[in-house]
């Protein structure tokens, strides 16, 4: 996912991302929760946003999320936020420096998050 994020970039003309491990951590986590009590929606249930979730585990740099659900590999998931112009619009800042992807398998999905830092 990161190399296919960083191609779209540098096509764009901006920097790549770096892999950033606690980002990831909360991607998969929302991924897993969105499989698991069955929604799909940036805002939790309780409505956590992306950014509260990212400051409830000590991160303070996440700036924007993309979400898919049902993309069978990485490949057409990033076909799917390319043509959408809001997700393309988070892939393509190049303001953004960090990437953590998540992905939760199961019946339905996978389920795939993106968060980006700065």
């Not at 009590?37 to 409830?56: I, K, N, Q, V, W």
């Not at 000590?58 to 390319?82: K, S």
Request: charged share 20%; with cysteine; glycine share 12%.
């Amino acid at each position: 996912m990161l190399t296919l994020v960083n191609q779209a970039r540098a096509d764009a003309g901006c920097g790549a991302l770096t892999a950033d491990p606690a980002l990831a951590a909360v991607a998969r986590a929302h991924s897993a929760d969105m499989r698991d009590r069955g929604y799909f929606s940036h805002t939790t249930p309780e409505g956590l946003s992306p950014f509260d979730r990212a400051r409830a585990a000590g991160i303070g740099y996440a700036r924007a999320e993309n979400i898919a659900q049902g993309q069978p590999d990485a490949a057409a998931v990033m076909r799917a936020w390319m043509d959408s112009p809001g997700h393309r619009a988070n892939i393509l800042d190049c303001s953004l420096t960090k990437l953590g992807v998540g992905v939760a398998e199961g019946s339905g999905g996978p389920w795939w998050t993106q968060l980006f830092g700065a």
